[in-house]
């Protein structure tokens, strides 16, 4: 927070898509407006993880409050899955590359990779199946407190 330099990150809409996005590094607040956060009494649930999208370590920044659900919203649509159809994050995320001081844009390459790595998963209402993109991680270390049953 100390250097407030201007970043380039991949955004993943839930359910829809990838955008690269500018924000001022270590803002915390920029992170949580881009994802959604909504917490009345603090900033947001506010979390990073370090997960491997192809051969590269992103930092993916996540609202933690976002849970399954059995209603398809923006706080239930699960966002990244690992190569086993686990379900990890749910909502919007935010990629961005982690050095030793603090984080950096991603490249082009970064940005390919990532979108190389959009997969899709069916889900299912009340009169119909569809499908929707979700990342893909080959991380095979994940928290497991992240996972949920969908």
């Known amino acids: ?3 407030n330099e201007k970043i380039k990150v991949a955004l993943f809409y839930a ?7 500018t924000v001022e590094a270590e803002s915390e607040e920029d992170y949580s407006s881009l994802i959604g956060c909504k ?3 603090s900033l947001c649930s506010l979390k990073y993880q370090s997960l491997k999208i192809g051969s590269k370590t992103y930092a993916i ?8 659900s ?7 649509i699960p966002s990244v899955t690992n190569d ?5 994050l749910y ?14 844009s991603l490249t082009k ?19 119909k199946a569809f499908l929707f993109p979700a990342l893909r991680t080959n991380d095979e270390t994940i928290d497991k407190t992240l996972m949920r049953d969908f």
Not at 15 to 21: A, Q
Not at 63 to 68: I, L, W
Not at 84 to 88: E, L
Not at 109 to 127: C, K, R, T, V
């Open 1 to 3: 927070m100390e250097n």
């Open 15 to 21: 359910g829809s898509h990838l955008e690269e996005k």
């Open 39 to 41: 917490n009345e009494y």
């Open 61 to 68: 920044f996540y609202d933690r409050e976002k849970t399954s």
């Open 70 to 76: 059995s209603w398809y919203g923006a706080d239930c």
């Open 84 to 88: 086993n159809f686990g379900y990890i």
């Open 91 to 104: 909502g919007n995320v935010v990629i961005s590359n982690k050095g030793k001081n603090g984080f950096s």
């Open 109 to 127: 390459a970064d940005f390919e990779n990532i979108q190389n790595h959009i997969g899709y998963l069916i889900g299912w209402n009340l009169s």
